[in-house]
């Protein structure tokens, strides 16, 4: 089993998690929701997989290039 890490694409506010550790999650389903410039940017499975760890909170600002997950596939 390989472990994935998600990465942010932008700078913003962690909104609301979608998923939690141990969530089976699919590609391209959505593990959370940044706020950036009163957008909701959704951050996405890069692969099928099981979620590891959910590595920010609600509220928490992240940059780009951020890992906000980890997922095993």
């Given at each position: 089993m390989a472990k994935v890490d998600i990465k942010t694409e932008i700078t913003?506010?962690?909104w609301k998690i979608e998923k939690a550790v141990?969530?089976?999650?699919?590609e391209e389903e959505v593990i959370l929701i940044l706020e950036s410039m009163?957008?909701?940017i959704p951050v996405s499975a890069?692969?099928?997989?099981?979620?590891?760890?959910?590595l920010v909170a609600e509220g928490e600002t992240v940059t780009e290039?951020?890992?906000?997950?980890?997922?095993?596939v």
């Open positions: 913003g506010n962690v141990g969530d089976n999650v699919a009163k957008m909701e890069s692969e099928d997989g099981v979620i590891l760890e959910i290039g951020s890992v906000v997950a980890r997922i095993e």
